[in-house]
């Protein structure tokens, strides 16, 4: 019967139809024992398993028809193999105008080969977006953080075409492996899609703090953008002109997940939402440094905007003017040492970090040490110096836990500003500390060190 199914042989004539033996998982030489003989022979292979899921998560609930909806769609593989070949479909509803794309890769994918495109029939078909992937390994989470990878993101951003329900169907397979739950591969995310037209009333507030600013300390502008309604508005973006004479500290305090983007230049800096609901009202915080070149007021302009129409743009823009003190510089060598509000997501510890000079003297190659103590690897520079121009800052030692760099220069009323980083290898108390150092008798020492601590806790696993 086994010779008959073609899975072994014990004849000539067998091994002939053996050379033709088609497998779609391809074929593997066994030994059988047949009538007290052993024979080596060719079988097919079994599949390999690879249990992968799929979710797919909406912006909103519903969303009113003439707006803007987004989704999160995430791709992991349980195992117990590796994925190979993996497909993903992503189809929306006929009527859907060609929808924004980007993806983020953790780490354990081949990223670099991830090949997506996006098509429609015609006007009466529904729009599909296809991601292939060569492979993708079985997900792991990591103990201390709560993190899994390697896993697919999807980000993708729709303009339904009509009022009613709006369904958006993603399914993954993988060619080479077959889904021992293939259920979990497969989801529908239902939205409704409200009457439009979409309009929304925002305002925007800007408040200073401190009230009166001092040079080379911090300087904290918060936006404050509320939607008036009556409907949700999308697409939101809150652009503040830089004022003259100060430098770039600290990026915005947002929630992670409300936030759409963040951007910054030498005279703008640029802060974007998803959607903000009716009756919310949502907060953007910079930090800024004035320097001895100042102005006596510090002069800032913000503008909010949204995809959705706003009926009224009266306050839509706002001016502010914030007085700074006289520098009064400090005789001899005076370093500060500077770190603020840290930032965790995903893994990731930031802060923002920098040395200012009140002293009259200026000096030459001081030192900033950079170190972290806790559960963190080693440290990083994500950025250091005058956004508006090359930083200031010479080479940097690399310690397990620490940098120790130089700054070129530093001129009475100026600050070199910057970022240390690391990923966090576990739980507990994370703390970074600034030490600045410079030739001569510093006229505050006790100032020439900061310090600057974070909780760090599990994470709940991404899915």
Same mark, same amino acid.
């Given at each position: 019967?086994?010779?008959?199914?073609?899975?072994?042989?014990?004849?000539?004539?067998?091994?002939?139809?053996?050379? *033709?033996? %088609?497998?779609?998982?391809?074929?593997?030489?066994?030994?059988?024992?047949?009538?007290?003989?052993?024979?080596?022979?060719?079988?097919?292979?079994?599949?390999?398993?690879?249990?992968?899921?799929?979710?797919?998560?909406?912006?909103?609930?519903?969303?009113?028809?003439?707006?803007?909806?987004?989704?999160?769609?995430?791709?992991?593989?349980? @195992?117990?193999?590796?994925?190979?070949?993996?497909?993903?479909?992503? %189809?929306?509803?006929?009527?859907? #105008?060609?929808?924004?794309? %980007?993806?983020? !890769?953790?780490? @354990?994918?081949?990223?670099?080969?991830? *090949?997506?495109?996006?098509?429609?029939?015609?006007?009466?078909?529904?729009?599909?977006?296809?991601?292939?992937?060569?492979?993708?390994?079985?997900?792991?989470?990591?103990?201390?953080?709560?993190?899994?990878?390697?896993?697919?993101?999807?980000?993708?951003?729709?303009?339904?075409?009509?009022?009613?329900?709006? /369904?958006?169907?993603?399914? %993954?397979?993988? =060619?080479?492996?077959?889904?021992?739950?293939?259920?979990?591969?497969?989801?529908?995310?239902?939205?409704?899609?409200?009457?439009?037209?979409?309009? /929304?009333?925002?305002?925007?507030?800007?408040?200073?703090?401190?009230?009166?600013?001092?040079?080379?300390?911090?300087?904290?502008?918060?936006?404050?953008?509320?939607?008036?309604?009556?409907?949700?508005?999308?697409?939101?973006?809150?652009?503040?002109?830089?004022?003259?004479?100060?430098?770039?500290?600290?990026?915005? #305090?947002?929630?992670?997940?409300?936030?759409?983007?963040?951007?910054?230049?030498?005279?703008?800096?640029?802060?974007?939402?998803? #959607?903000?609901?009716?009756?919310?009202?949502?907060?953007?915080?910079?930090?800024?440094?004035? $320097?001895?070149?100042?102005?006596?007021?510090?002069?800032?302009?913000?503008?909010?905007? /949204?995809?959705?129409?706003?009926?009224?743009?009266?306050?839509?823009?706002?001016?502010?003017?914030?007085?700074?003190?006289?520098?009064?510089?400090?005789?001899?060598?005076?370093?500060?040492?500077?770190?603020?509000?840290?930032?965790?997501?995903?893994?990731?510890? !930031?802060?923002?970090?920098?040395?200012?000079?009140?002293?009259?003297?200026?000096?030459?190659?001081?030192?900033?040490?950079?170190?972290?103590?806790?559960?963190?690897?080693?440290?990083?520079?994500?950025? $250091?110096?005058?956004?508006? @121009?090359? =930083?200031?800052?010479?080479?940097?030692?690399?310690?397990?836990?620490?940098?120790?760099?130089?700054?070129?220069?530093?001129?009475?009323?100026?600050?070199?500003?910057?970022?240390?980083?690391?990923?966090?290898?576990?739980?507990?108390?994370?703390?970074?500390?600034?030490?600045?150092?410079?030739? @001569?008798?510093?006229?505050?020492?006790?100032?020439?060190?900061?310090?600057?601590?974070?909780?760090?806790?599990?994470?709940?696993?991404r899915r």
């Amino acid at each position: 019967m086994l010779a008959t199914a073609g899975l072994l042989s014990s004849s000539a004539g067998a091994s002939t139809s053996q050379a *033709n033996l %088609s497998c779609k998982y391809g074929v593997k030489a066994v030994w059988k024992v047949v009538n007290g003989h052993r024979h080596r022979v060719r079988v097919c292979k079994k599949p390999a398993k690879a249990d992968i899921v799929v979710t797919n998560k909406a912006s909103m609930a519903q969303v009113t028809n003439g707006n803007r909806l987004s989704y999160e769609l995430t791709v992991v593989n349980r @195992g117990p193999s590796t994925a190979r070949n993996v497909t993903v479909l992503v %189809s929306f509803p006929t009527g859907t #105008d060609f929808p924004s794309f %980007s993806f983020d !890769l953790l780490q @354990g994918a081949d990223d670099k080969s991830l *090949n997506c495109a996006g098509s429609s029939i015609g006007e009466n078909s529904p729009f599909v977006w296809k991601c292939e992937l060569p492979w993708l390994d079985p997900v792991q989470t990591d103990a201390q953080t709560g993190e899994q990878f390697p896993q697919l993101d999807l980000k993708f951003v729709v303009e339904p075409g009509a009022a009613g329900p709006y /369904a958006v169907e993603a399914h %993954s397979a993988a =060619a080479r492996t077959v889904d021992p739950h293939p259920k979990n591969s497969h989801v529908t995310s239902h939205v409704m899609v409200l009457p439009g037209p979409a309009s /929304a009333d925002l305002s925007l507030a800007v408040d200073a703090l401190p009230s009166t600013a001092t040079v080379t300390d911090d300087l904290t502008l918060t936006a404050h953008i509320t939607n008036h309604g009556p409907t949700e508005a999308t697409g939101v973006q809150t652009t503040l002109l830089l004022p003259l004479g100060t430098q770039f500290v600290g990026y915005p #305090d947002v929630d992670p997940d409300q936030l759409c983007s963040f951007a910054a230049n030498a005279s703008t800096i640029a802060v974007c939402w998803r #959607d903000i609901l009716p009756g919310q009202t949502v907060d953007a915080a910079i930090t800024l440094a004035p $320097i001895g070149t100042s102005p006596p007021m510090i002069e800032t302009d913000a503008v909010v905007s /949204a995809f959705t129409p706003d009926p009224n743009l009266a306050d839509n823009r706002v001016h502010v003017d914030t007085p700074l003190q006289p520098f009064d510089a400090s005789p001899g060598v005076d370093l500060v040492a500077h770190i603020g509000h840290p930032i965790s997501y995903e893994g990731t510890v !930031l802060f923002p970090v920098g040395v200012a000079n009140r002293g009259t003297d200026a000096p030459t190659n001081a030192h900033a040490l950079l170190s972290f103590t806790g559960p963190v690897g080693q440290p990083s520079l994500a950025f $250091i110096g005058d956004i508006s @121009g090359p =930083a200031p800052i010479g080479p940097c030692l690399h310690g397990d836990t620490s940098l120790d760099c130089i700054v070129r220069e530093l001129p009475s009323g100026a600050r070199v500003n910057g970022f240390i980083y690391g990923q966090t290898s576990g739980t507990g108390t994370l703390t970074a500390t600034v030490h600045a150092t410079a030739q @001569g008798t510093d006229a505050h020492p006790a100032d020439n060190t900061v310090s600057g601590s974070i909780d760090v806790k599990a994470s709940p696993a991404r899915r």
